[in-house]
């Protein structure tokens, strides 16, 4: 069974090994390529590593977005203690900054002790205003214990599942339900696709929200790097026409939708709820037995449609360390400041927002 959320914050050492280690201070250092094998057999030992704290990040946000991966690991007398992973994310638009992940919903520190936690967090410190950013930023699971200004816009929705589907079915809402069985009803069909019949589905549902897009050289590098572990789920109607689809990541026991896409039609046959379903059993099907419905921001549509799912919020702790900044970056669709050029940016062409969308959204993870 996945760790609740309040054993992902615990700390993964005993309380023997905790004080045997506390003799010894932590050493922090920047980590390389030839760090990569001990970096996952250390992530992938930790009760609380997240999918986002997977080595697999650091060549993706380098490649795909330019962004200059600076990953922190603690040692104590030659033995890891303590991992994070940050990126240098440096733009005309949204400043410079060092963050936990971008494009990561979380992925602060992981450590056996709080020792390794401070000593990655003052390194990270003294690194951020080394590189002179705007802010460092550390995006964590739950509750906040740092005395740093934090930003808690945005949750995340988890919930465990049974192998059971008629079980699961019947833990969802009853209205919702119902959305699920006219999905099924109108003969939706969900298959596992690739790339090239989600990415216009994609770009599709943020044009029409005003938001622009990643490219897709995003999920072709997501999908080349955790093979099995990402699955694109499509849904037609019974004329084979794609409606709906979404790519999730498979961690441990646990299936993430990560990122979604439809047309404007899929809304009148329930594609999105039939979608959801059909990840939620086929997940099951697999034995996985955690549901992650990934963070959303507080008040938007989003929120409320996981919300009717019968999921409850957990909060994520976005924390900052301001260095050049004097207050918290607003950088979301949330802002009014942004209103204008959303709406302004629904009104370009597909072809325009696809090929500039790219350019701006790397600041924006």
Known sequence: MTTSVDARAEESASPDRTSQAMAATPVVREAGDTDAAPWAQYVDAHSGASIFHDWKWRAILREVFGHRPRYLIAEREGRIVGVLPLAEVRTALFGHALVSLPFCSWAGPLQDDRQAESALEHHAIALAESLGVDQLELRQLGPSHRDWPTQDLYVAFMREISGDHDENLNAIPRKQRAMVRKGIKAGLTGTIEDVDAFFPLYADNVHRHGTPPCSRRFFDAMQSAFGPQCEILIVRDPQGTPLSGVLSLIHRNEVFPFYAGDTAAARHCAANDFKYWEVMRRAA????????????????????????????PTALSYDFHLVRADSIPQNNPNNPKYRLMIEAWRRMPRWAVNRLGPLIVRGLG
């Open 285 to 312: 099907d697999q034995g996985l037995r955690q549901f992650n419905y990934g963070r959303s921001k507080r008040g938007t549509g989003s929120f409320s449609f996981k919300k009717n799912w019968g999921f409850e």
